[in-house]
């Protein structure tokens, strides 16, 4: 990176932690540090949850995914405008209404202690361990461009934001990130107009797409039905559903954003135009990912994006090996190349039949690299038996990176690798504080000191934010052992939301339940649903419908059951 | 002043909150249908 890009870099991380902190002034009351004294307009709380949802890895993954798979990856977003909509009838009136700090807390209202303190344990796990990964993601960034040890870029990334969530708690977490989604909408729309500018003089956006739509990167839609397809229409709409639900309904780090709005209607207005807006931005972002596709076959993409695992190969026994496979993607690539000039120039004469059958040929080619790649990940394999299970075949998360660094001009640079960590702060700050509202509001007040003054309480919230932080931290640094970081983190969600969603469903929908029911029904759920996602019975996506709709079953059959063993046994006076 | 109660505060551009979520299944709706199309266009 040059000087100027290193400027931008800094001079846009010390801008918005500068103004998340003029704007938060150091919160004195509990009600301030951690709702923000519910005084923020819609289009904060719009924001703000945009920005705590896309974290650096929906930068960094994304395009990756879209090279490698192409677009399909829009459809997990299509539950979510649907799952904003059950919030705002039912969740936001709901959480307004009961004046609560945290999602947990209407559930001792609603049942007893022991199902919040449950939900309120799952929450402070799953958080807990994919904060990490969020921490980690960008941290791979400084280290690819600087070639230093992962360690330090955490460690660098995990303090700026323990920081400033600290020391202005929730208010400077939204501020921030408001700054954060403007900068980053500015940074992609310029990242989208310079992968076209690059493209060869004769392809324009039009027929970039063409190209990558020829070579079965364009496939945005898929109507069939398949278990085992996170990727589909369906499983978009119904599974997608329930992940969105569950994630927005009852997971921390956004309850807490939209409990910020002024009132019911401004939280409200910001989660329906995020409902408005999250799709579209999600496919310019798949499309960002593609239009790169369309770019690397004109210019020669390395043979592998991750150079680290690519050098441990060059310093490995296998050497020779890997020499001949560098040797034979050149020659493959080059004919991919001219395959692919064929077809552009075929698509000028708009010839069905011949655009069909060198589509066929460009795909014969693509293959063939396809192949040689495939070799490549062997030998990695061969060289370190652990190197699948640890993620290192798998390139997704440095294609977008890789383009960044090689190809824009300078200053561009400087500003996409801060739009990388400005995201991964948005998204861990809001974790962290929701952490720490968690173990303060539904654990120290409520079962450790029920006595303490406000101050106390937001002193606890400052101490609670360090030691999440400091645990987060410690978790990204062992995340490197993770293949695809974007799917990670929605797996790991997909384990635990369907459980928690289900009890807030009972919760809000079945007012017979008890809590005892409830909670067992929650307890076997979640078993059922490690069984089956350990497993892998389905796909990731479907495990989240499962464990709510066990959870409402389980509950019914549970609470009838006792109901009648209560009327068998008799009573005495 | 009396507090507003939820479903007295109405949304901007529509009358009601139901016309506000109606518009957000169809603007679903448009975005499948367009994405179906762009599928079918370039492939």
Request: glycine fraction near 6%.
């Amino acid at each position: 990176m040059s000087y100027v890009d290193w400027a931008v870099l800094f001079t846009t991380l010390l801008a918005i932690v500068g103004y998340g902190i003029y704007k938060s002034s150091g919160a004195q009351s509990m009600q301030a540090y951690l709702l923000g004294n519910q005084s923020l307009p819609w289009y904060t709380v719009c924001l703000s949850v945009m920005a705590t949802q896309a974290s650096a890895i929906t930068f960094l993954s994304a395009p990756g995914l879209a090279y490698s798979s192409g677009m399909s990856f829009v459809q997990f977003y299509f539950g979510l405008p649907l799952a904003m909509i059950v919030l705002c009838i039912t969740f936001v009136p709901i959480f307004h209404r009961l004046k609560v700090y945290t999602a947990y807390e209407y559930l001792e209202q609603r049942f007893d202690l022991k199902t919040r303190a449950l939900t309120a344990f799952l929450f402070l796990i799953q958080r807990g361990l994919s904060t990490g990964i969020t921490i980690y993601a960008p941290s791979i960034i400084l280290s690819t461009i600087l070639n230093i040890d992962t360690t330090y870029t955490t460690l660098f990334i995990g303090s700026l934001v323990v920081f400033y969530t600290v020391y202005g708690g929730t208010k400077a977490v939204s501020y921030t990130q408001l700054l954060q989604m403007s900068i980053i909408f500015c940074g992609l729309f310029a990242a989208g107009i310079m992968v076209v500018h690059l493209l060869p003089g004769n392809i324009g956006f039009g027929k970039a797409i063409t190209i990558a739509g020829k070579m079965g990167r364009t496939n945005a839609i898929d109507f069939h039905f398949d278990w085992d397809n996170p990727y589909t229409v369906w499983s978009g709409l119904i599974g997608g559903f329930f992940l969105q639900l569950s994630y927005f309904g009852t997971d921390q780090s956004q309850v807490g954003r939209y409990l910020t709005g002024a009132s019911v209607s401004q939280s409200r207005l910001g989660l329906l135009m995020n409902g408005l807006v999250k799709i579209p931005m999600q496919f310019l972002i798949l499309l960002i990912g593609i239009l790169v596709f369309t770019f690397y076959q004109y210019n020669k993409p390395p043979l592998f994006f991750n150079k680290y695992e690519l050098n441990k190969l060059e310093q490995s026994p296998y050497k020779a090996e890997l020499k001949k496979i560098n040797e034979d993607y050149n020659k493959s690539f080059e004919t991919k190349r001219l395959e692919v000039i064929k077809l552009d120039k075929i698509l000028d004469e708009n010839n069905k039949t011949a655009i069909n059958q060198q589509r066929i040929a460009v795909k014969k080619a693509d293959d063939q690299t396809k192949s040689i790649r495939k070799s490549l990940t062997d030998l990695m394999i061969k060289n370190d038996k652990n190197a699948e299970k640890n993620g290192a075949t798998n390139d997704n998360n440095y294609v977008f990176l890789s383009f960044v660094t090689q190809y824009l001009p300078k200053g561009l640079i400087g500003l996409l690798i801060a739009i990388i960590f400005l995201a991964s702060m948005g998204s861990t700050a809001s974790a962290l504080n929701s952490l720490a509202s968690t173990t303060v509001v539904d654990i120290y007040k409520r079962l450790i000191n029920k006595e303490a003054t406000d101050q106390q309480y937001v002193k606890a919230s400052r101490w609670a934010t360090i030691m999440w932080g400091v645990v987060c931290i410690v978790m990204a640094l062992f995340t490197s052992k993770i293949g695809n970081l974007l799917e990670a983190v929605n797996i790991l969600g997909s384990f635990i939301y369907g459980t928690i969603l289900g009890v807030f469903i009972v919760a809000f929908y079945l007012k017979k339940i008890n809590g005892k029911s409830v909670f067992y029904a929650a307890i076997l759920s979640e078993i059922v649903v490690c069984i089956c996602g350990y497993n892998k019975v389905v796909a990731y996506l479907w495990l989240n419908v499962i464990g709510c709709l066990l959870v409402v079953i389980l509950s019914l059959i549970i609470q009838q059951s006792t109901k009648k063993v209560a009327e068998k046994t008799p009573t005495t006076f | 002043m009396e507090e507003k109660q939820p479903e007295q505060e109405l949304p901007p551009f529509v009358k009601t909150w139901k016309q506000f979520y109606r518009l957000l299944i169809l603007w679903l709706a448009f975005l499948i249908a367009l994405f179906y199309a762009f599928t079918k266009y370039f492939e």
